[in-house]
């Protein structure tokens, strides 16, 4: 009998301490399965988010670039790129303002607006205004330039400021296409990134702006885009954003 209670006794305890057991592993189970949905659900809020590696920089949308001859050339490019800025903000994208201006005395004028003695871009003007299509919100980037190439013209701040957003591919748009815009996407090129031009976001002469979208994107220098099509590129900018930061490392 006394042998039967023992045995019982430990059956019992054998019982609890499976069942204490069972509770603890039932709960670090539970626990893991709680991180791993929130992780999910991180996963899925950041899905097509793209940060630090794909940049948009937008070139010049001021009042002095902007003219009458191009509105009725392109008649969507201002909502074209409000719409642009729009998705950019939503994937997170960095964004880049520059700007076009140089001082009221001259002395950072470029040569041949001297030579001519041109007044255009002149701070404090209206020329130097932005188009509200293209206007900043707070923490974006704005840089003023003094030449074509964004890179010369704002002294290094925007190969820094790309630099600093870990940015392996620019997306380009602005005014005008086969000056400021062409420019500074060639010299991204030359500075190691991969350019990117949205050319229903870029307004310029008609025949100008269709032949540097075909000279220069046809033979392999610059890629093309669209607004519309941003969405759907983002992975393949991604995996060439990804192959370009990996050789860097080399």
């Known amino acids: 009998k006394k042998q039967h209670m023992r045995e019982g006794a430990l059956l019992a305890a054998s019982t609890v301490a499976a069942s204490v057991v069972g509770v603890i592993i039932f709960a ?25 590696k794909v940049a948009l ?6 009042y002095g670039f902007w003219n009458e001859r191009l509105a009725i050339d392109f008649p969507k490019f201002q909502a074209r790129t409000a719409r642009l800025l729009q998705q950019g903000r939503a994937l997170g994208l960095p964004i880049l303002h520059l700007r076009e201006e140089f001082k009221s005395d001259g ?3 470029l040569a041949p607006y001297i030579v001519q003695g041109k007044q255009f871009m002149i701070e404090c003007t209206h020329d130097v205004a932005v188009l509200p299509c ?3 919100i707070p923490g974006e980037c704005v840089l003023r330039k003094t030449a074509w190439d964004g890179f010369v013209g704002t002294q290094g701040a925007l190969l820094k400021a790309l630099h600093g957003a870990g940015a392996s ?20 090129v030359n500075h190691g990134f991969l350019g990117v031009m949205v050319e229903d ?3 310029d002469h008609i025949y100008a702006h269709e032949a540097v979208l075909k000279r ?12 519309d099509a941003i969405v759907s590129s983002l992975p393949n900018w ?5 192959l370009l930061s990996a050789r860097a490392l080399e």
């Open 169 to 188: 591919v620019c997306l380009f748009a602005g005014l005008a296409t086969s000056i400021c815009v062409l420019q500074t996407a060639t010299a991204a």
């Open 107 to 109: 002395s950072d004028n």
């Open 216 to 227: 220069y994107a046809g033979f392999g220098g610059l890629e093309r885009t669209t607004v």
């Open 28 to 52: 670090r189970l539970n626990a893991r399965l709680k991180r791993l949905r929130a992780a999910g659900q991180h996963h899925v809020r950041q899905k097509g988010k793209v940060k630090g």
């Open 238 to 242: 991604q995996d060439q954003a990804d």
């Open 57 to 62: 920089v937008i070139i010049d949308c001021q």
């Open 134 to 136: 293209a206007a900043e």
């Open 201 to 203: 976001a870029c307004a």
